[in-house]
């Protein structure tokens, strides 16, 4: 199982309705605050798995404020973590410091989600997150503690993510690939952007693991990580790049030409100069015709020339 496509798209595909919390937050509803009450006075796995999903719904909201989102995933992280749901411990805390890179406990969630990676036998994940904190936080009083987690002996971070992108190419089965170790190298480029939220070359991996997952058909999580480039680096190089492909898969693989419509001119909106542009306006210009008509209007423009 693909530990960050279920983990993290869940929270944004999960919620089949919005509430308002009085209780926590302006936006959540009764049902919210009921299963927080019930939670409270007879904290159980079955009133932590209900309160849980209610703050799951919750978070579908696309209203909510960055402050009401933030204590939606402390609320439900300190939830499965008091009754151990360790899924769900993931779930949420993987967006709580993707988020808020620079908190004075960082390096705490940091050691907090590498555990809960290895708990869940994702070694390589857990790895690069733990070298992060190894790497990034050398004064942390969680260095002894992270270095003792470790699966192995990783080396560089870099030498480690050099070595888990080659092994996509090893025993490859009939799309030229190894599936699984596509999966792991995904997850590998994920933990790296947020355990190395800063560092030059996270972009770069993000951008080669929404890849892999476009190549193995896992359109969602490459969709997911073209948001993380375009929102949370805007001056890499592939960023316009980035756009453009998530128009693409909307497109021809998830067969929503209007959602794709508004990407493209989202596009050129941004990048009037870019060298995709001419592309990207023949895109919108033949949006919901089929090949062979696109085909057709081509061969009558050349004999007209």
Known sequence: MRIFALLFFVLISIGLSNCKNETNNQTAGPTLAQTEKAYKADPNPTTGNALIKEVMKALNDASLSEKDRSKLLEQGYETAKSQSITSREAAFLFPIVKGNPDAEDIDKKLLDLGLIMKRLDKSTASNVILKGLMDNHPASVYLEEAKENLNGEPGSIESYMQAVGEKIFENPDNTGINRQSSLQFVDACEAYAVAYPKDSATPEYLF???????????????????????????????????????????????RDDEKAGKIYNEFLNKYPNHDLADDVQFLIDNLGKTDEEILQMIEAKRKDQ
């Open 208 to 254: 080669k693991a929404a890849e892999v997952a476009k190549s193995i058909r896992t359109f969602p999580k490459s969709l997911a990580i073209y948001d993380w480039i375009i929102e949370g680096y805007p001056n890499y190089e592939k960023t316009p790049t980035s756009l453009f492909l998530k128009g693409f898969i909307i497109e021809n693989n998830l």
